[in-house]
């Protein structure tokens, strides 16, 4: 596949713009994931306290900090002095559509703990 060039404070904002969306749903996941977890530890604790088997894990997973992959992807082209930077499928994919490789299962615990957002999907900041 062919390489892409686009405009390096375009790519920027867009990235930057993704970092703050993602920055906000691992707050908003932090909430619901203690919330979960809480919920999840009582109803654990009420079956213990009657004798009742109890499983060794509580089975709620908290949403993974992604933040480095943005902070990584922003450095490298910050430092790039070229204005047009040159984006192959892979990147676009990232960078512009904001679709990595870990979005699918960071999507699945947060739906797991409660996340609904903008109509159940990952916010859509760059495709504006």
């Not at 213990?48 to 900090?65: F, K, L, S, T, Y």
């Amino acid at each position: 596949m062919h390489e892409t060039l686009v405009d390096r404070e375009k790519l920027l904002a867009h990235l930057r713009a993704n970092r703050e969306k993602h920055e906000a749903m691992l707050r908003e996941g932090e909430v619901l994931y203690r919330e979960k977890l809480c919920a999840r530890l009582q109803e654990m604790a009420d079956a213990a306290a009657e004798g009742q088997d109890v499983p060794d894990h509580h089975g709620v997973q908290r949403p993974q900090n992604h933040l480095a992959d943005y902070d990584r992807a922003i450095w490298l082209i910050s430092f790039d002095t070229r204005q047009e930077i040159p984006l192959g499928a892979q990147e676009a994919q990232r960078f512009i559509l904001d679709e990595w490789e870990w979005h699918a299962v960071f999507m699945a615990t947060m739906r797991g703990i409660g996340y609904v957002g903008e109509q159940g999907e990952y916010p859509e900041l760059a495709r504006t």
